[in-house]
């Protein structure tokens, strides 16, 4: 596949500083959540939703402040 480039929108750097600020939010948040929203080890719960939630809150608002 010469010439196929795959892009992420608005840039990996953008998309990896959402995970990783998303993540450090949401575990920072962990003990304030009501308890079907924490995190549990080795389990697929409610809680990957909330974590992608709060990675994308933080994705959308680096589009407001986040000038390439």
Do not use: H
């Amino acid at each position: 596949m010469a010439g196929f480039q795959f892009r992420f929108p608005g840039g990996w750097r953008r998309s990896l500083a959402a995970v990783l600020i998303g993540n450090l939010l949401y575990f920072l948040a962990v003990p304030y959540l009501p308890e079907p929203l924490r995190y549990k080890y080795n389990a697929l719960d409610l809680w990957v939703l909330v974590d992608l939630a709060f990675c994308v809150v933080v994705l959308r608002l680096t589009y407001l402040f986040w000038k390439d």
